[in-house]
């Protein structure tokens, strides 16, 4: 068990980390929700809140006193074990309850909670609080893309602020990295660390002989793919992904613009010209088997990249890669509601690896295994190349 003076730290440094990155808001930010994806920033502040209240306090605080009847309902995301809810794309038509009665909520349940956290805790609810804690990590992650999102599909592209750097420079050449063949260990080793249940299961995996980028690919590599038509090659892609092209009429990255015959990209600090050598980022899975065809490659397998991480750099970007997202061998699904936060998911999607610029501290390790479905690109999603 995790001393509790640690752990209270923890729940705390992380509530007051939500709050922080919302300061830049003005108060009509928060309602927005521009696209299904995208929640508005007064949700998440609601929802982070009402886990803990509903699997914490709840059930193991005597005499818990619940802030409001009806916020379980508002709040709940997709956990049906435990009740109704306001249905996703919905969430941006609740102007009420406003946004200071969010915050009371969030302060009344902070303070609750580190009530509760005075006295001893068990094991069951340290690890309840430990995957609610890195549940509002999660969120913290939305939070920053999904105020992106907000800002960067206003037609004044106004900016968040000037302090988030968004696209950290790869000061080294480009090398491949060559991998053996043979037989290698992948998933949590089931230490102390945290880890999701999706991580667990530990197991071999035989691997042929390969090759993988030390590097991202940039936005230089990425404005050449689409200088020479790759978007207009349906040789390059997925019959899904060339109709996904089509339909949406896709020509560059998400938030890419060209003005005046030069590239432009919106970031947290506004519209900038694009930095030729930064990661290319917001790209779908589409785009990155597109990109990796052109380039006569192919993207690593989540296994791969496993195996290789400790040989190069990453956490700039979420990396695609060619593996659905599957359980391992042995996974079962906790019961109730807690067994929703994984397991429901592994339909559908792709694998991503290695964490981004907005994903929180203490919150990313190379066995994490993120997901989406493959025509996604809100988050700070990029690629790199095997072969």
Not at 243 to 256: C, E, H, K, L, R
Not at 320 to 335: D, F
């Amino acid at each position: 068990m995790i001393a509790t003076d640690t752990l209270v730290s923890f729940f705390l440094e992380t509530r007051q980390h939500t709050e922080n990155i919302c300061k830049p808001l003005e108060i009509e930010d928060y309602v927005v929700q521009p696209i299904v994806d995208v929640s508005p920033p007064k949700w998440h502040l609601g929802h982070t809140t009402w886990f803990f209240e509903e699997f914490i306090l709840k059930p193991h605080k005597p005499n818990y006193r619940l802030f409001h009847e009806d916020f379980a309902f508002v709040f709940n995301s997709y956990y049906e074990n435990v009740g109704k809810r306001v249905i996703r794309n919905d969430r941006g038509n609740l102007s009420r309850p406003g946004v200071a009665n969010v915050y009371d909520y969030r302060h009344y349940v902070t303070n609750e909670m580190r009530d509760f956290l005075s006295e001893e805790i068990s094991a069951e609810v340290e690890e309840i609080l430990l995957i609610g804690i890195h549940h509002e990590k999660q969120h913290q992650e939305l939070l920053v893309t999904d105020i992106k999102y907000i800002l960067g599909n206003n037609p004044l592209l106004p900016k968040y602020n000037d302090s988030f750097s968004e696209n950290p420079p790869q000061n080294f050449s480009q090398e491949w990295i060559a991998m053996e063949e043979g037989i290698y260990e992948i998933g949590h080793n089931s230490s102390d660390e945290f880890c999701y249940d999706n991580e667990l299961g530990r197991h071999k995996v035989f691997l042929h002989e390969y090759k993988i980028s030390n590097k991202l690919i940039t936005n230089s590599e990425y404005l050449e793919f689409i200088n020479t038509g790759g978007y207009t090659d349906f040789n390059l892609w997925h019959a899904e992904g060339w109709d996904w092209v089509q339909q949406n009429n896709i020509s560059a990255p998400m938030y890419w613009h060209e003005i005046d015959g030069e590239w432009h990209q919106y970031s947290m600090s506004g519209l900038q010209k694009i930095n030729l050598e930064a990661p290319v980022s917001h790209i779908s899975y589409f785009e990155a088997f597109a990109f990796a065809q052109w380039k006569d490659c192919r993207l690593p397998t989540e296994f791969e990249w496993e195996a290789a991480q400790k040989n190069f750099e990453w956490g700039s970007r979420w990396e695609w890669t060619e593996s659905a997202y599957l359980p391992y061998p042995g996974y079962t699904k906790a019961p109730g509601a807690i067994g929703e936060y994984n397991g429901k998911f592994m339909v559908n999607q792709k694998v991503l690896r290695g964490g981004s610029v907005a994903t929180p501290k203490k919150h990313t390790r190379h066995t994490y295994r993120n997901f989406f479905q493959t025509n996604l690109r809100w988050q700070f999603t990029g690629l790199r190349l095997a072969k």
